[in-house]
């Protein structure tokens, strides 16, 4: 079975300063991988995803992410961050070839302060 | 389209009430998914269907805990007798899955946060 690891449950930066969240999944298999996010009080929604490919893959809001598959990671990555990018972040996977079903990580929670 | 739409978005009960939270996923796609998020165990996969028969309910806690999807159009998630550890957010999520092309995108409803007393 597949699983994730976030590596950070919470990520302090200032405005305009660069971040990255950290992700390591574990499975026997072929993944797809994705990044969620969560505002205060709202569900989730898909940030980017890695399907195949190109292993740099780019998504919403300036963030990109990069599949690596020696290292089995896939971190969040974005060069300057604004207040309003202040939520919490969800790193998924799913088994090529298997079912849809998606494993979370736990979370890291993002504050961007001025 | 309306999205993926949850009801209710707040309740609170006593325990031992019957809890019934329901969920309209968008219309076309043929996966529904319910997850509970908790801060001690994030975010947790209860049940998923496809083309409204269950296919994983491998998730759900224990037998105070059901789900239907009577038809593609709607889903209830049935917890009877509730406990304070229940308490949590329930979200639902649907996916257009692999008729569609695989994305891998589940939709997610905005959420009900249950308070069992």
């Known amino acids: 079975a597949q699983s994730v690891t976030q590596l950070d449950s919470q990520v302090p930066v200032f405005e305009e300063a660069p971040v990255e969240l950290r992700c390591n999944y574990s499975?026997?298999?072929?993944?797809?991988l994705f990044w969620y996010v969560q505002y205060p009080n709202q569900g989730l929604q898909l940030l980017l995803k890695y399907l195949s490919g190109s292993t740099l893959v780019k998504g919403i809001n300036g963030f990109e992410a990069e599949f690596n598959k020696s290292q089995t990671s896939f971190h969040l990555r974005k060069p300057s961050v604004h207040i309003s990018d202040t939520a919490e972040y969800f790193c998924a996977v799913s088994e090529k070839g298997g079912s849809e079903k998606l494993v979370f990580g736990k979370g890291t929670k993002l504050t961007v302060n001025p | 389209d309306a999205g993926v739409i949850q009801s209710p978005r707040h309740e609170v009960t006593e325990m031992g009430q019957e809890v019934t939270l329901r969920c309209k996923p968008i219309s076309g796609h043929d996966y529904l998914f319910w997850y509970r998020q908790t801060m001690m165990r994030g975010l947790e996969l209860l049940i998923y269907?496809?083309?409204?028969?269950?296919?994983?309910d491998s998730g759900m806690p224990e037998d105070r805990f059901s789900a239907k999807m009577p038809n593609a159009s709607f889903s209830t998630l049935k917890i009877q007798p509730s406990e304070p550890r229940d308490s949590a957010v329930y979200f639902c999520?649907?996916?257009?899955?692999?008729?569609?092309?695989?994305?891998?995108?589940?939709?997610f409803g905005e959420g009900s946060r249950l308070t069992v007393l």
């Open positions: 269907f496809n083309n409204n028969v269950p296919i994983d």
């Open positions: 999520a649907s996916s257009a899955g692999l008729a569609g092309g695989y994305t891998g995108e589940l939709f």
């Open positions: 499975s026997s298999v072929s993944v797809y």
